[in-house]
């Protein structure tokens, strides 16, 4: 994942179960199944935040009181978003858009 290729090992089931994308890549649409995917466009962090989810239904991504951390806190969630909707998961755009309104309507 991401322009350094790292591996990051995931079992094909929670992806499949997630993503009608890797659904299509690992069992269906594609000429080839495949075992290993190349995602190097792919932010890092925001797919390791969407494998957490992926297995726990939950990121583990708090919200700082100081400004600068909560602001790249706010960043990453909108990298996992846009992640999301790449892979055509709404329930795990649902998930970020709720962290951020309780972000919002806290104050934080």
């Known amino acids: 994942v991401g322009p350094k290729k790292t591996r990051v090992d995931v079992h094909r089931r929670q992806l499949c179960e997630t993503s009608p994308f890797f659904e299509a890549a690992f069992n269906r649409h594609f000429r080839e199944k495949v075992g290993t995917m190349n995602l190097v466009e792919d932010d890092l962090h925001a797919f ?12 583990d991504i708090p919200l700082e009181d100081d400004k600068d951390r909560f602001m790249a806190r706010m960043r990453e969630l909108i990298e996992v978003h846009l992640l999301a909707d790449k892979y055509d998961i709404p329930a795990l755009k ?4 709720q962290i951020l309104f309780d972000a919002v309507k806290h104050g934080q």
């Open 94 to 97: 649902n998930h970020i858009i």
């Open 48 to 59: 390791e935040h969407f494998v957490q989810w992926a297995y726990e239904r939950d990121m």
